[in-house]
């Protein structure tokens, strides 16, 4: 019995002993979990303390009298256009005129077999010698009183006649020649060597591309601020061309359906490169100026269809990024349509590493109505509020 309780003695104190060893090893496992998560903590906290703010150079939003101008799209035309055919039918025999080529004023484009008509020309020259022969014969007579006044007239009539019939042909025969009567670029050859070619029927055209015009509609309310004679630029993305034009022609009646004005611009085309047919845009220098929202083009971040800026508050010190809406474009700067205001700071440079809310600190300053002109202090606020942020921390 005495060696039972022992035994149980023993069993009891194990069981107390394991139940302690247990509990020391849970609370050193916590002490340790614990420390693990203050030290992974406390450098975060140190970094956070410690960051460094952006350096960066800021703009200030002004509203500014920009030019305007009429935006205008158009159509290349030609000059002038011709439309060409054969006076006499016949088979072509020659065609050097080639399509899409230049032809000079009264360059051969085609001609008809004029065999034909020289033997009729000849036939017609003969006839006309011999009735002149007769005609010079009865004219001696008829000074002595020896031919009648109706032998006389009959004759005369004939020479007439004669003559007439040999000059027609001298036409036909001219008239198997197609030249072109302007200079231009041969835009339509609608016959062959070997064709045979129908009277009156219209197959080649030839279009004057110097000068060339370029033809647009503007819209009545617009139509104050132009004049003929005033200069236009013309723009043609397909040739990467921007070239200078008059205003040659204002309709003096609107199309019904649209209410807008037909209005002509002409353009030298020295280079030949205009060609009938191209897309053009006309920009028209407006006589009025507008006041406008504008940033320097720098300051634009563009994410797929989203274009934004960073703004400065100078609050907090931070710059935040804001979306906006721009405008028309006037070299380096942009018209801004919403987005932020007048007297707001935009960030210029060193904005490529920029997140939204970071600490920035102002290394120089541009006003919007003097770019170019740089503060070189070292400013750390500027005077803007920030009402509205994409993202991030927004107070």
């Known amino acids: 019995?005495?060696?039972?309780?022992?035994?149980?003695?023993?069993?009891?104190?194990?069981?107390?002993?394991?139940?302690?060893?247990?509990?020391?090893?849970?609370?050193?496992?916590?002490?340790?979990?614990?420390?693990?998560?203050?030290?992974?903590?406390?450098?975060?906290?140190?970094?956070?303390?410690?960051?460094?703010?952006?350096?960066?150079?800021?703009?200030?939003?002004?509203?500014?009298?920009?030019?305007?101008?009429?935006?205008?799209?158009?159509?290349?035309?030609?000059?002038?256009?011709?439309?060409?055919?054969?006076?006499?039918?016949?088979?072509?025999?020659?065609?050097?005129?080639?399509?899409?080529?230049?032809?000079?004023?009264?360059?051969?484009?085609?001609?008809?077999?004029?065999?034909?008509?020289?033997?009729?020309?000849?036939?017609?020259?003969?006839?006309?010698?011999?009735?002149?022969?007769?005609?010079?014969?009865?004219?001696?007579?008829?000074?002595?009183?020896?031919?009648?006044?109706?032998?006389?007239?009959?004759?005369?009539?004939?020479?007439?006649?004669?003559?007439?019939?040999?000059?027609?042909?001298?036409?036909?025969?001219?008239?198997?020649?197609?030249?072109?009567?302007?200079?231009?670029?041969?835009?339509?050859?609608?016959?062959?060597?070997?064709?045979?070619?129908?009277?009156?029927?219209?197959?080649?055209?030839?279009?004057?591309?110097?000068?060339?015009r370029i033809v647009s509609q503007i819209p009545e309310q617009e139509l104050r601020f132009i004049r003929q004679g005033q200069e236009a630029e013309v723009k043609v993305e397909a040739l990467a061309?921007?070239?200078?034009g008059l205003i040659t022609k204002i309709g003096k009646a609107a199309d019904p359906a649209s209410r807008s004005f037909p209005v002509e611009v002409e353009l030298a085309n020295t280079d030949k490169r205009l060609l009938p047919g191209m897309v053009a845009e006309i920009l028209i220098p407006h006589t009025d100026s507008s006041a406008q929202i504008t940033v320097s083009m720098a300051s634009l971040r563009r994410s797929g269809s989203e274009t934004t800026v960073f703004a400065v508050d100078s609050g907090t010190s931070r710059a935040y990024q804001r979306k906006i809406s721009i405008g028309k474009i006037y070299g380096d700067r942009a018209e801004i349509l919403s987005g932020i205001q007048s007297g707001d700071w935009v960030v210029t440079a060193d904005a490529s590493e920029l997140q939204n809310g970071v600490a920035v600190k102002v290394t120089a300053k541009v006003d919007g109505n003097d770019a170019g002109k740089v503060s070189g202090n070292a400013v750390e606020k500027v005077d803007v509020k920030v009402d509205e942020k994409v993202g991030g921390d927004a107070r």
């Open 241 to 244: 061309l921007n070239v200078k």
């Open 1 to 212: 019995m005495r060696a039972n309780g022992i035994v149980l003695a023993l069993i009891k104190y194990e069981c107390e002993y394991s139940f302690m060893f247990m509990r020391k090893q849970i609370l050193i496992l916590a002490l340790i979990l614990f420390g693990i998560q203050f030290i992974a903590c406390r450098p975060s906290e140190e970094n956070a303390s410690s960051a460094q703010p952006a350096m960066v150079r800021v703009e200030r939003v002004r509203v500014a009298s920009m030019p305007r101008s009429l935006e205008l799209s158009g159509s290349v035309e030609a000059s002038k256009m011709v439309k060409l055919g054969f006076l006499v039918a016949g088979k072509i025999d020659s065609l050097p005129a080639q399509d899409n080529s230049w032809i000079e004023a009264g360059k051969l484009i085609a001609r008809v077999d004029p065999a034909n008509y020289e033997i009729a020309l000849e036939i017609a020259s003969a006839n006309l010698d011999q009735v002149q022969d007769e005609y010079n014969r009865l004219d001696q007579l008829q000074k002595t009183g020896s031919v009648t006044a109706s032998d006389f007239s009959k004759v005369s009539n004939g020479l007439r006649q004669a003559k007439a019939q040999r000059r027609l042909q001298q036409k036909n025969l001219a008239d198997t020649r197609l030249c072109s009567p302007i200079s231009g670029v041969l835009i339509k050859k609608g016959a062959e060597a070997g064709e045979i070619a129908p009277v009156g029927v219209p197959l080649f055209v030839v279009a004057a591309i110097q000068p060339i």
